[in-house]
């Protein structure tokens, strides 16, 4: 179908008030549904609003969209203890402005799509200009001050690359994962393919774990746990420069009633306290580390967070999954661990030149801290790596 005439839309605040149609449009893709779209909303996250956007043309449904705005302010600006010039600036800045930013896709999940057509109406050429299009209306409704089209499909990167009007990509955004050979079926087969140094490692970082007890938290003893370990997921949190928008209690509650054994949090006590947690993403073969939090003291004594992505692995080679994802943080830590970068697309625009420099100032100081200080590992022995040779 050709976009010829001018397109109608719809647009809802609140997934109750979203048509059944929205679901058939969606068909497989079970995390854009309604009910589960509607988790964000239903956990009253801070500073978000929300967009469901159904697309018709002649009265035909063609298209749906969701939105995620963002309202920034000074609390989402973590600065030091000895903060620069630098950051005192962007807290004073963010304090007297507050923009708002309209997000095509979801903040707090790598994993999940925000834009869904008909196969049997539109090409993926026409589709995309239904989306920009979409992208545009709501750009303009929602009074945003720019937008992020964050994970972006695969089949729409080459037009935002060179056909999207004012889009610049955002770069180096690396998530680190591990794909795990079939003949593994416990930890002790990862350690065995380890190069001797990378074992040694391995052996004296989980020591530490022997003085913590970990269990999975389920039922009442999680619902008992929750402000410790939205306490832990703060430290975390806090401890980046930019934080775009923040859980809170009732989010880790909601998604483990709506995913059951597709979500599964796991709690690590030192002589009875929580001192971390960790949290996971089940399906279609992927072991997707999501949500952490630690004690950054305990950290320092007993490689918490070392253990705790040790502890995501062991179970995963566990329970037969092919794939474990950990995350877009730490890549160092995680090369380390075997894993290598898979690089994502994200894509932003700004209409105003000064918000535009602000954006670009601030992603330019976020790099600085969070620069990636990291190379390619190979920890395993070259078995594992038939076609590379390497002396580390």
């Known amino acids: 179908m050709k976009i010829t005439k001018p397109l109608d839309y719809a647009v809802y605040h609140h997934a109750s008030e979203i048509p059944e149609i929205w679901d058939e449009i969606a068909g497989a893709e079970k995390r854009l549904h309604r009910k589960a779209i509607a988790l964000c909303e239903e956990s009253g996250l801070p500073d978000i609003r929300y967009y469901y956007v159904v697309i018709q043309k002649s009265g035909q449904p063609l298209a749906i969209a969701y939105f995620q705005l963002l309202r920034f302010g000074p609390g989402h ?225 007993l490689q918490l967070y070392f253990n705790m992505l040790f502890h995501g692995l062991e179970n995963a080679i566990a329970s037969g999954m092919p794939r474990i994802v950990m995350g877009r943080t730490a890549l160092e830590a995680k090369a380390v661990l075997g894993c290598t970068p898979e690089y994502l697309y994200n894509f932003y625009k700004v209409s105003n030149p000064a918000i535009a420099w602000i954006v670009q100032y601030t992603q330019r100081l976020f790099m600085q801290q969070t620069k990636p200080t990291w190379q390619d590992r190979h920890p395993f022995k070259s078995s594992l790596y038939p076609s590379l040779t390497t002396s580390e």
Not at 133 to 145: E, N, Y
Not at 248 to 271: A, P
Not at 282 to 299: A, F, K, P, T, V
């Open 77 to 301: 600006i973590n600065v030091p203890e000895q903060p620069t010039m630098a950051h005192r600036f962007l807290k004073g800045y963010f304090s007297c402005i507050k923009p708002s930013i309209l997000v095509a896709g979801h903040l707090f999940r790598h994993d999940h799509p925000s834009f869904a057509f008909s196969n049997a109406l539109l090409t993926p050429a026409d589709a995309f200009k239904v989306y920009e299009w979409c992208i545009d209306k709501v750009l303009k409704i929602s009074h945003a001050t720019g937008v992020f089209v964050k994970d972006c499909p695969g089949i729409f990167v080459p037009y935002f690359q060179n056909h999207a009007c004012g889009y610049r990509s955002l770069p180096n955004d690396i998530i680190m994962e591990m794909h795990i050979p079939e003949d593994w079926k416990s930890f002790g087969d990862y350690e065995e393919a380890l190069k001797h140094k990378y074992l040694q490692r391995s052996k004296k970082v989980r020591k530490s774990i022997k003085q913590l007890e970990v269990k999975e938290l389920c039922g009442e003893e999680l619902a008992l746990e929750l402000p410790n370990i939205y306490n832990l997921y703060r430290k975390v949190a806090e401890n980046q420069l930019v934080a775009f928008g923040y859980l809170n209690e009732q989010y880790f509650d909601r998604l483990k009633t709506q995913l059951g054994e597709d979500y599964k949090v796991y709690g690590f006590y030192l002589n009875g306290e929580l001192v971390a947690y960790s949290s996971v993403l089940l399906g279609e073969g992927i072991y997707d580390m999501y949500y952490l939090g630690m004690d950054y003291e305990h950290n320092k004594k």
